[in-house]
């Protein structure tokens, strides 16, 4: 008889946060870890099918047997590298800048002793550094098999070579294997699962909520995202599929609660406080959740509803928060529309009579845009003024005040969003644009 307890599959490593002014340097038990914590806080048992250096062997099969795990799997010795993660961004405001220390000297050395992972019927893979496709040989055809292609699956091809073996495939569009099937059009990539034989489609929209797709009947459910402060993003997409990989009920239900449960995970990084907060979203029925609302915004949506910012984006002044925050919401596949750049830069000496045209060509990109990005550093008047413009157009405003120079009555009351945080202004961007989606649906 196949075990009913689920195994988790992947690499075990070190996630080394590093340190910045505002925060100390971290280190816990990362890959197959955070899988393994988010069905310990949901009350799951699980097995782990691991890879691991020598020296984190003895280390990972405590932890884990502290946190819910009744067997430890040896699949593979890495070798050759630390399996350590240098982390430079936490909260995925941007590119997380992610060092796999050694990566290109890493080796695996598989297990002498005999494995048999034919006894499991619910798997749920972390693709690494290792053989994916020898492990997968050794599952139990039939197996319910969820695989999560975030990260180290970045061909195709290799995707179709699993023809038969996957019922589920998880991605983020963080991923390299997302970013070449489905940029632009999520279309090849549905293509690309049913190609396979896979059952349902997750795909992961970071802030924007989740799409989970039934490759059967073509229906979509979307589930919302919550978004909070972020504590820590690293794990919370391994968390999500190891819930919703090893739900018994349908899928859908999984999907929802694979959301809550990696909610949690993203505010907190002690176990304890995890486990505590993940049981009492646990015990909310489905229904309630699904009407509790939340932020949907597609990934393909983004660009169509164009942001424009309003910042002193001169030549002549170095403001690098203005760039980190373009380089965010970029990086988040929004528009950003600037118009010092788009419709020239008037010079210090320009005659007043000439400015109209830079006036009213700004106004004109004003009004195409959905909503408007402030940053009104060394409180700029154009800022401000543009500030005003948009909400006499009744357009969302979303106002990162990286210095708090600008906390006055008509600026955070007029905003619907307003924080010296580009985290909390990224979530207000997200839930602004999500309102207006939903609207223009209605």
Known sequence: MPETIPILIGEVTVDFTMPTPSADAKVRLGGVAHAARGLWASGRDYVVGAFCPAYLVEQAHSYLTQHGCKEFILLGEVTGAPNVIAIRDVREVGHQGYEDILRDQRRVVLSCDQVDL???????????????????????????????????????????????????????????????????????????AKSVGAKQLLLKENRGGSRLFDLGTGDIEHITATLDVTTNSVGVGDVFTAVFGSFDGSAPDAAWRGMQVATVYSQTTWPDDLRRDVERELRMPLEIVRGLGGVTLPWHVRPGLQIYLAAPDFSYRDHKEINTAVAALEYHNFRVRRPVKENGEASRET????????????????????????????????????????????????????????????????????????????????????KLQRGAHR
């Open 351 to 434: 005659p007043i009579e000439s400015l109209s045209s830079y006036y009213f060509s700004d106004v004109q990109l004003l009004e195409e845009c959905a909503a408007v990005f402030a940053i009104p550093i060394e409180r700029d008047p154009g800022t401000i003024v543009e500030i005003g413009l948009a909400i006499a157009m009744r357009k969302p405003v979303v106002t990162f005040d990286p210095r708090n120079e600008n906390r006055n009555t008509m600026v955070v009351t007029g905003s619907a969003s307003y924080s010296s945080d580009l985290d909390v202004s990224l979530n207000g961007i997200f839930d602004a644009l999500s």
């Open 118 to 192: 034919k006894r499991f019927d619910t798997v749920v893979i972390f693709p690494g550094s290792y053989d994916l496709g020898g492990v997968i040989n050794q599952l139990r055809p039939g197996a319910r098999v969820t695989i999560d292609a975030a990260y180290d699956v970045d061909s195709a091809d290799f995707i179709r070579s699993l023809k038969g073996r996957i019922d589920s495939v998880v991605i983020s569009t963080s991923s390299s294997l997302f970013a070449e099937v489905a940029s632009s059009d999520v279309a090849p990539l549905l293509d690309l």
